[in-house]
């Protein structure tokens, strides 16, 4: 069974940072790409970043880029986003999702999310 | 950018019913479109992608058809389970930041 657990959220003051893990099972994390998606109730769904299955591109939404990072440590199962310099604006649920061998495909399974609250 | 607008907002089917929804975009995005299926407190579920092609475990009676900018899903005999916000999402749009979702149809109970 394909799961993905989330940790790391929690509650962060404007200008600080937080590292979210993902951590994978039920199958081999290197074979995939991976993604980080965000949640709020006033903008929807928001893409984030991207990860090649293989961790050598990446990929981040204009919104976020100079402050987060992805990265992956396949032997670990585990995928990061590691986020700096946050704002009110990226309070939000953040899901962890697997995507297809490519970055460019559909979003097969999701995690359940963990909420990041920026606020002092 | 690539916009989606999805429509309505929100349709209220009686159960049994078929329940149709819309997505558009505002640029041809080919095949290159997934349907999901998001319940209170619950994370989105892969429903259809390439358009048309049903995510394992999903039920015959969703389906998905379109190409382009033009795109349907449809819920040939609502069940309870089906109440839900489905949203569309393409990721026709290299590179990935140009990924991007509607803003979901609320489907609820007549």
């Known amino acids: 069974e394909v799961r993905l657990v989330e940790s790391g959220g929690g509650l962060v003051q404007p200008g600080g940072s937080l590292r979210l893990s993902c951590s994978a099972s039920g199958f081999t994390l290197r074979d995939y790409a991976f993604h980080w998606v965000r949640q709020t109730p006033g903008k929807g769904l928001e893409y984030v970043s991207a990860?090649?299955?293989?961790?050598?591109?990446?990929y981040y939404a204009d919104s976020v880029k100079d402050r987060v990072t992805i990265f992956r440590d396949n032997s670990r199962n585990t995928l990061y986003l590691l986020m700096n310099s946050l704002r009110p604006e990226d309070t939000a649920v953040y899901y962890c999702?697997?995507?297809?061998?490519?970055?460019?495909?559909?979003?097969?399974?999701w995690g359940q999310g963990t909420l990041v609250t920026v606020s002092s | 950018e690539i916009v989606l607008t999805q429509s309505p907002a929100t349709l209220s089917v009686s159960p049994g019913e078929r329940a149709t929804l819309s997505c558009r975009a505002s640029?041809?995005?080919?095949?290159?479109l997934a349907w999901y299926q998001q319940k209170p407190g619950q994370a989105p579920r892969l429903l259809i992608y390439r358009a048309s092609t049903r995510a394992t475990g999903v039920p015959g009676r969703f389906s998905g058809s379109g190409s382009g900018t033009e795109f349907t899903l449809t819920i040939s005999s609502l069940q309870s389970e089906d109440f839900a916000v489905y949203y569309c999402h393409q990721y026709n749009n290299w590179p990935p930041r140009g990924f991007t979702f509607g803003p979901g149809t609320k489907v609820d109970i007549k």
């Open positions: 640029q041809s995005v080919t095949t290159n």
């Open positions: 990860i090649s299955a293989n961790g050598g591109s990446t």
């Open positions: 999702v697997k995507g297809v061998p490519t970055i460019s495909g559909p979003f097969d399974y």
